[in-house]
């Protein structure tokens, strides 16, 4: 169950209502929801890959600026490089799976995660919401987009469930 507090800040955040929440996957410093957990299939009966959904506009921001430096191809060029990345970053796919089949199962997205796992680097959003929702340890790039991204939270929330205050 989602608090209506909770529902609100996010639609706040993403300028739209929220769609297929699941759970709150991650709290900001701040406060604030951060990463959602959505729903494998939305209420429209949409299947939805995207299990962790990062929902911070600041931090969405930043990340749109390190995908624009090029970073998600240096990514990619070395899980092609680097046999233990490569395994660390399957196993970041796994995961990712594993969490989202506990939820529910859905046929048309068996198999498929998301952010390009498991070869490839093609959502840093992605990648930093897993490391979020699931902690660091579980998606090495992940886990440097968050590096990256230094202390998003620091400026106060970027959002609030009063209409007018982000």
Not at 22 to 49: K, S, Y
Not at 67 to 92: H, I, N, V
Not at 115 to 131: D, E, F, N
Request: contains cysteine; proline residues 9%; charged residues 20%.
């Amino acid at each position: 169950m989602i608090e209506p507090g909770d529902e609100a800040v996010i639609a706040a955040q993403l300028g739209r209502p929220p769609r297929g929440i699941h759970a709150i996957g991650h709290r900001c410093p701040c406060g604030n929801p951060d990463v959602v957990a959505t729903e494998p299939r939305l209420p429209d009966g949409t299947p939805f890959p995207t299990t962790f959904y990062l929902t911070c506009p600041r931090a969405a921001s930043l990340i749109g600026t390190l995908e624009a430096s090029g970073l998600m191809k240096e990514m990619s060029d070395r899980l092609e490089q680097d046999p233990e990345l490569a395994a660390a970053y399957r196993a970041a796919h796994e995961s990712y799976l594993a969490y989202r089949e506990a939820i529910g199962e859905v046929p048309e997205i068996a198999g498929v995660s998301a952010g390009g796992m498991p070869t490839r680097v093609k959502c840093l959003h992605v990648l930093a919401g897993q490391s979020l929702a699931q902690g660091r340890g579980v998606n090495p790039l992940g886990d440097e987009v968050l590096d990256a991204l230094g202390d998003f939270w620091r400026s106060g929330p970027c959002a609030s469930a009063c209409a007018g205050d982000a």
